[in-house]
Nanobody
Framework: QVQLVESGGGTVQAGGSLRLSCAAS????????MGWFRQAPGKDRDFVAV????????FYKDLVKGRFTISRDNAKNTVYLQMNSLKPEDTAVYYC?????????????????WGQGTQVTVSS
């Protein structure tokens, strides 16, 4: 069993930055694909970014490309999401997720483990 705990959310003005962390426990996630998703009020949970086990492959939602960076430290069993140039439309609860199967990285139902989420609010 894997437990995921996100941290680093908060309120920031447009143009600001936040760094989210996702700490895993229970077992090592070094062989897992790790993803970040977000969910705004009244909307579906939406893919943001994914990183594969070695960290050499990452992929981003078009709307965050060039602004967000996903990374991982397998020695610390932790995944990060650096968010720069934040916009009000980035406001959402951000979730960390983990999966081991080589299924589509972009569909939330393919992930096996989820954190509780961390709120990110960007004010204009």
């Amino acid at each position: 069993q894997v437990q995921l705990v996100e941290s680093g959310g908060g309120t920031v003005q447009a143009g600001g930055s936040l760094r989210l962390s996702c700490a895993a426990s229970g077992r090592t996630v070094s062989s897992f694909r790790m993803g970040w998703f977000r969910q705004a009020p009244g909307k579906d949970r939406d893919f943001v970014a994914v990183i594969r086990p070695s960290g050499d492959y990452t992929f981003y939602k078009d709307l965050v490309k060039g602004r967000f960076t996903i990374s991982r430290d397998n020695a610390k069993n932790t995944v990060y999401l650096q968010m720069n140039s934040l916009k009000p439309e980035d406001t959402a609860v951000y979730y960390c997720a983990a999966k081991i199967r080589p299924t589509s990285d972009y569909f939330y139902a393919n992930y096996d483990y989820w954190g509780q989420g961390t709120q990110v609010t960007v004010s204009s």
